[in-house]
T-cell receptor
């Protein structure tokens, strides 16, 4: 079993829809990262959070430490949001675990 | 551009050759991480380095792979005697603080193809 599980694996949405990507983890963590990997392959760090909620533009990330769960929300989705979204957690040691990613396609 | 720079962007090697991948971290960052992404798979941690030190190499294959981050110059991931299974995208990230408690900044990756 992976330490980090994401759902869904694949997601197709119409432009303008509200999107939620979920991440559950089974280890104790000190930080959780959301990453975005574009079709060209580059990776961008979207958020790092250890509690509560963060917002950046149309992106919102939340984390519930007790439930070991995080969500990434995209409001008013746009085709340029099409990418793979990856959840990664830092364990309480020095380990870093990646989810397998959620492939998002936003259709105009 | 003060971002994480990786080069080359694409690298083709024949089986048995050596591959050298370079990563220059963001200015001021002394923590470097290397990851590998095999085709159709997620990112996998390889090694975490600080200047002149390997902090965690638990994700590195025991043979043929090595990494360094010298006092001066970029971090180098070296793969000796490459095999077809080494074909992957190799990403480097850097951070200001260590152990993933600071935001990560990624390079664009080096895509290694072994023929």
């Amino acid at each position: 079993k992976n330490e980090v599980e994401q759902s869904p694996q694949n997601l197709t949405a119409q432009e303008g829809e509200f999107i939620t990507i979920n991440c559950s983890y089974s280890v104790g963590i000190s930080a959780l990262h959301w990453l975005q990997q574009h079709p060209g392959g580059g990776i961008v760090s979207l958020f790092m959070l250890s509690s509560g909620k963060k917002k950046h533009g149309r992106l919102i990330a939340t984390i519930n430490i007790q439930e070991k769960h995080s969500s990434l929300h995209i409001t008013a989705s746009h085709p340029r949001d099409s990418a793979v979204y990856i959840c990664a957690v830092k364990g309480t040691g020095n380990q870093f675990y990646f989810g397998t990613g959620t492939s998002l396609t936003v259709i105009p | 551009n003060a971002g994480v720079m990786q080069n080359p962007r694409h690298l083709v090697r024949r089986r048995g050759q050596e591959a050298r991948l370079r990563c220059s971290p963001m200015k001021g960052h002394s923590h470097v991480y290397w990851y590998r992404q095999l085709p159709e798979e997620g990112l996998k941690f390889m090694v975490y380095l600080q200047k002149e030190n390997i902090i965690d190499e638990s994700g590195m294959p025991k043979e043929r792979f090595s990494a360094e981050f010298p006092k001066e110059g970029p971090s180098i991931l070296r793969i000796q005697q490459v095999v077809r299974g080494d074909s992957a995208a190799y990403f480097c990230a850097s951070s200001l603080g260590g152990y993933y408690n600071s935001p990560l900044h990624f390079g664009n990756g080096t895509r290694l193809t072994v023929t």
